[in-house]
């Protein structure tokens, strides 16, 4: 470990940290434009200019380009380095237009952040400003205005070494310079969400949030992707149980800083046409839970298949395994994809596996003895209730299943087809765990209330066990994960609390090692 | 002995009307007075925005010409009148008649409907022992001309708290049974302070009739019971004690709406809440007019007794009719000037309340016109004369002038001292329940106790001295 | 704790309440006398036929005021919205793709019930589209619906007022104060 001094504080980081993220971990907060952990250092924008010790007394250096070794020491609060922010925001801010008031940054914005902490000048411009291209329609996600941008080439950058598609370039010289593309050139790839993301000013925003809300007025809660086995974290921004955006949530073992479009856009299916909300029997609206329990009761239980949902949450597949286990119900899992998935995979964040549970799924169903696709294709004939928990089995086995009872949070063939459907929370309405393709069992929170009738799967489930006369005691999906992770050997150990923001990955397989981790 | 009996009859009916209405007649020119003279007090115009639409006098011949001719008025035949607020105490009573009566179910019904018509009968009934005049061809102006009439205003005013005792308790509320409360103490503590003060005047007059205590003050002013010695103080006793008796400021401890919201009649809405309005007027009228006829002469006009009225009644009217000339050319010419005020100014040219000024002026000249005609009737001799009916031996027109004057000079006595209780309102601010005690007990009582004895000493001094 | 002292014992004649009593009487009755004389006096404003000359600074009803060409100046900011203490300002904002200001109110309305006339709104606006010098303080509805202001009445709530409810500089503009631009502008 390497000992470095930020502003006579002495801490230990591991050597070759980069100073801005070792100060962050001091407490001391480094201003910055174009540095980012997850790009290339530019050193272009010179707002994290410190002070360092050398043996010829101190120098100005940026942070972003300096590793931390034994022996470092900077200064951040000296009053050359005040100077030195202050006139980098007033060199910053000759050019930029006062948008604030129909700019979507504004509220996240560094250059608002920034002048009201370290700039508080006044203007001294005279000469009238450079204006440039404005409202550019750059790509399906991004509109780009060149007059806010600040040249700190980030997006560059995401485009070289990222996305390694390389549009955006910065051309022209001097103030003219400007952010732009070659002529009939349009952004072509899926993580165009990431440029507004990684953009400190308003240049790039995005099109989806355009003018929906101000940033201020959105509460922020941690929360998983379920777009695909990824599983890349997420911050659901939200303000009075409308969800507005999904932004990409860092952690450097899954995503990183990024997330992909189709990700982000899925925020439109919480509150969507496609939303179940109430419940259905026969087509006809009526009490589902009484109504399943009912045709469970009068077929009886060998006659019944509880089918685990790979896009459910661990709590929801434990508690449907208990009311299998309870009841003397067949259990089957089946693997696949939802209709209308788009089975894209680039080897980067976006999987062919579109589930966000398979794995969890899939270790649930081996622990319970759970029988496969084609095990439950076999035994269908005998089967008078299949429950089919968040999959769209119809699509899934490609066939048409007697009994269907379907919790579901949306409308698919299975739903359309089923004969119960009762309607199950959206992940941003619920506390739950995902485990992801790399085995990695990650937390996903309440950001809003379940619309209409819905309620979590879990506590779906539970309320499913009561009618038929059992106890499961999983509506509490704290209880629920508790008495999962003591049962299932490889979650042994793992609680709420300890699988923190990032997530724990399963302890590893005692012998035959699962196929889906091996990735 | 049949034609006496229906005669009898239809006096008895005639004094009770005459006593109801001489009451209840003052009481909205009170409640006008209490909100004008509050305002006036207070630095502000108070109540002047109720208008009463009617026919302007100066108009009728226009409108008779077009109505006769057929035509459709081509003009607002009418004028919007305010007369200084006075149309909104006839616009209470018309709101207090058709608001909602509401009887909250947890009163005690039947107490609480009678305690208002309690209140309003007993302030009515104090009135029928106080004389209004002399004699009116030979009939008794006084509704009981009972002997112990003072002792029956004594006894009625008793009787007075059990209205509000009864509105307080049975609203049964805790508020309502505090205002009853008190003003149950407060009346059984200054009612000796008025007893005792009017002991001085049973003792100086040697009666208790109040028609016999008015007679005996006719002639000079200092014929007047204030101006006896001890007289004065008892008169501040007995008026005091009033203030206390009739629950107003600084006694209004019974209401005390700082504390007690309203006091006993919380509970109480539309009429029977007017019923309570009305009886605090009625009290203070009845105060009044017992005040005028024990200290201050009651009926009798100042230096001029009955006998004289009738004897230069043609000599009086002549002096009221062309003295009062002058005093309405002035209100008529006041009423015109009025028409400048900013107000006018300020509101359309063909708003209806642009006439009033005129109107008004119309309505002084006339008096003034009216009462030169009564001038001339008394110059040329007529009342006494060819206009004085003569009935059982007696000449109408000089009984009517002094009926007539002596009811002006009670009712202006009852008015100055209506007006004191008005004044007294708008001026001091009310006692504390100790204050109160204190003073009805500690101070009043002892005083009124020696003024007794005093009275009673000089009345014997005097008899050994004179007699 | 001892008891403090009362601060004045009282004279007999105070004591005895009777020369306090009239010497209030005799102020009160100066009042009265006065205000008789002379009844203009009196401050009180007869209110619906007189009005009081509002002053410039007084917070009447909101209006939106409109640029030359026409559009209303507001760019749902929300910064209004957002500084408002009831809460009372709800805008919806929108994209007109020909306005070079990009992004406009599609509603914005005002519950007047609310509002607490603070005038917090007009302090925040970065783009002066929002004032409260109409000197409006009539504001009233039969029903709560009406009292909510939409963005077309408060463009046109200037329509057809008494001149003094305008702007009070625009017919002295040398009386205006530094800095001071009138709404009014000439439409070019």
Not at chain 2, 73 to 93: C, E, I, Q
Request: charged share 20%; hydrophobic share 45%; aromatic share 8%.
């Amino acid at each position: 470990m390497a000992k470095v001094k930020i502003n006579d504080v002495e801490i230990e980081v591991a050597p070759g940290t980069n100073m801005i993220d070792a100060a962050q971990q001091a407490g001391v907060e480094i201003p910055h434009y174009c540095y980012h952990p997850h790009l290339s250092i530019a050193g272009n924008c010179r707002m994290c200019t410190v002070e360092t010790e050398t043996p010829r007394g101190p120098v100005l250096e940026i942070a972003c380009n300096m590793q931390a070794r034994d022996g470092l020491a900077i200064r951040t609060d000296g009053d050359r380095v005040k100077q030195v922010r202050k006139s980098v925001m007033e060199f910053l801010l000759v050019n930029h237009p006062l948008d604030c008031p129909i700019c979507d940054q504004s509220g996240e914005c560094r250059l608002q952040d920034y002048y009201m902490d370290h700039a508080r000048h006044d203007s001294r411009g005279v000469e009238a400003k450079v204006s440039k291209h404005k409202r550019q329609d750059i790509g399906e996600q991004i509109l780009l205005d060149a007059e806010r941008c600040v040249q700190c080439s980030r997006c560059v950058r995401f485009g070289d070494e990222v996305t390694h598609t390389g549009e955006l370039r910065l051309m022209n010289r001097g103030d003219h310079t400007e952010i732009g593309m070659f002529p009939g050139e349009r952004l072509n790839h899926d993580y165009q969400g990431n440029l507004a993301d990684i953009c400190p000013v308003g240049a790039l925003t995005a099109k989806d949030f355009r003018f929906e809300r101000r940033v201020w007025y959105l509460k922020e809660t941690d929360g998983v992707c379920t777009g695909c086995s990824t599983g890349c974290n997420i911050s659901v921004c939200h303000q009075e149980g409308e969800v507005f955006r999904y932004l990409p949530r860092r952690n450097d073992e899954v995503n990183k800083s990024w997330m992909c479009d189709p990700g982000r856009l899925r925020h439109h299916e919480v509150g969507g046409l496609e939303r179940l909300l109430k419940a259905r029997v026969n087509g006809q609206p009526g009490d589902g839970v009484a109504a399943a329990a009912a045709s469970i009761k009068a077929v009886g239980a060998p006659k019944v298949a509880l089918v685990l949902g790979t896009r459910a949450s661990n709590e929801a597949n434990w508690a449907l395994a208990q009311l299998g286990k309870a009841l003397g119900a067949r259990l089957y899992w089946v693997a696949g994809n939802d209709a209308g998935a788009i089975e894209k995979s680039d080897g980067f964040l976006m999987d062919a596996d579109k589930n966000p549970n398979t794995l969890g799924c899939r270790l649930l169903a081996e622990q319970s003895g759970a029988g496969d696709a084609e095990a439950l294709k076999a035994a269908l004939p005998e089967l008078a209730v299949v429950l089919a928990l968040e999959d769209d089995l119809v699509t899934r086995l490609g066939q048409a299943i007697p009994g269907l009872v379907a919790l579901a949070a949306k409308e698919s063939p299975t739903t359309k087809a089923a004969a119960v459907v009762i309607p199950v929370a959206h992940p941003v309405e619920m506390d739950c765990t995902y485990t992801n393709k790399q085995g990695r069992v990650q937390r996903n929170r309440r950001a809003t209330n379940p619309l209409g009738d819905a309620a979590p799967a879990y506590a779906v489930v539970d309320r499913l066990a009561a009618a038929l006369g059992k106890s499961l005691g999983t509506q509490m999906p704290v209880v629920t994960f508790l008495a999962l992770s003591r049962a299932v050997p490889r979650m042994n150990g793992l609680d709420y609390k300890s699988l923190g923001p990032g997530g724990k990955l399963l302890a590893p397989a005692p012998a035959a090692a699962l196929g889906g981790e091996a990735k | 002995m049949e034609d006496t009996f229906w005669i009898d009859f239809a006096v008895v009916v005639g004094r009770c009307v005459f006593a109801v209405a001489f009451v209840m007649n003052i009481v909205p020119l009170l409640i006008w007075g209490e909100r004008k003279g509050a305002a006036y007090i207070q630095d502000r115009p108070g109540p002047n925005r109720a208008p009463l639409p009617l026919p302007h006098p100066l108009d009728t011949p226009k409108v008779l010409f077009q109505l006769l001719f057929g035509q459709s008025p081509k003009f607002k035949p009418y004028v919007m009148v305010r007369a200084a607020g006075l149309v909104h105490t006839l616009n209470d009573v018309v709101k207090l008649a058709f608001k909602e009566d509401i009887a909250p179910g947890h009163v005690e019904k039947f107490y609480w409907f009678i305690a208002p018509v309690i209140a309003m009968t007993i302030a009515l009934c104090t009135f029928a022992v106080v004389p209004f005049g002399d004699s009116f061809l030979g009939y008794n102006l006084q509704v009981s001309s009972m002997d112990g009439g003072l002792l029956f205003v004594l006894a009625m005013t008793s009787l007075g708290v059990y209205g509000i005792m009864l509105a307080g308790w049975s609203s049964n509320n805790r508020f309502s049974l505090l205002g009853g409360l008190r003003s149950s103490a407060q009346m059984v503590s200054y009612e000796l302070a008025m007893g005792l003060s009017a002991v001085v005047v049973f003792l100086s007059a040697g009666s208790v009739s109040l028609a016999e205590i008015s007679q005996q003050q006719a002639g000079p002013i200092w014929n007047w019971n204030v101006f006896s010695p001890f007289g004065a103080l008892a008169f501040i006793l007995f008026w005091v004690s009033a203030f206390a008796e009739t629950n107003r400021t600084p006694f209004d401890l019974p209401e005390g709406e700082a504390e007690l919201v309203a006091g006993y009649h919380t509970e109480y809405s539309s009429f029977r809440f007017a019923l309570f309005f009305m009886a605090e007027y009625a009290n203070m009228i009845v105060a009044a007019a017992v005040t005028a006829t024990l200290f201050f002469g009651g009926y009798n006009v100042p230096f001029i007794t009955g006998q004289m009225l009738r004897e230069h009644a043609d000599l009086l009217v002549m002096l009221a009719g062309f003295g009062a000339v002058p005093a309405f050319l002035t209100f008529a010419v006041i009423a015109i000037k009025r028409q400048s005020r900013p107000f006018y100014q300020s509101i359309p040219k063909d708003d209806p309340r642009q006439r009033e000024p005129l109107f008004f002026a119309s309505v002084w000249g006339g008096a003034a016109v009216a009462h030169l005609g009564l001038g001339l009737l008394g110059a040329l001799g007529m009342i006494s004369g060819p206009l004085g009916v003569e009935i059982n031996g007696t000449h109408l027109g000089p009984e009517v002038v002094a009926f007539v004057a002596q009811l002006t000079a009670l009712s202006v006595k009852v008015l100055i001292g209506c007006w004191i209780f008005i004044w007294v309102r708008w001026t001091l601010p009310r006692f504390r329940y100790d204050q109160l005690m204190n003073l009805g007990w500690r101070y009043m009582l002892p005083l009124s106790l020696a003024n007794v004895f005093g009275a009673a000493a000089w009345i014997i001094v005097k008899q050994a001295l004179f007699a | 704790m001892p008891l403090p002292k009362p601060q004045k014992t009282l004279s007999f004649a105070e004591s005895s309440y009777l020369v306090e009593v009239i010497k209030g009487m005799v102020l009160t009755m100066g009042h009265l006398v006065k205000n008789i004389i002379d009844q203009d006096r009196f401050r009180t404003v007869e209110y619906p036929d007189v009005r009081k000359p509002m002053t410039a600074r007084y917070r009447g009803a909101h209006r939106l005021t409109v640029r030359p060409d026409g559009h209303v100046k507001c760019v749902a900011c929300m910064c209004c919205p957002t500084v408002c203490p009831a809460k009372c300002i709800t805008i919806i904002a929108g994209e007109d793709p020909s306005d070079p200001a990009e992004k406009f109110p599609v509603e914005f309305d005002i519950d007047m019930l609310r509002c607490i006339y603070c005038g917090f709104c007009v302090e925040a606006c970065p783009k002066d589209a929002i004032r409260m010098d109409t000197k409006i303080y009539e504001i009233n509805a039969y029903t709560r619906q009406d009292m909510v202001h939409n963005k077309s009445y408060m463009i046109n709530l200037m329509d057809g007022l008494k001149p003094e409810a305008e702007d009070v500089y625009r017919h002295d503009p040398a009386a205006a104060p530094a800095g001071y631009t009138s709404d009014e502008e000439p439409v070019a």
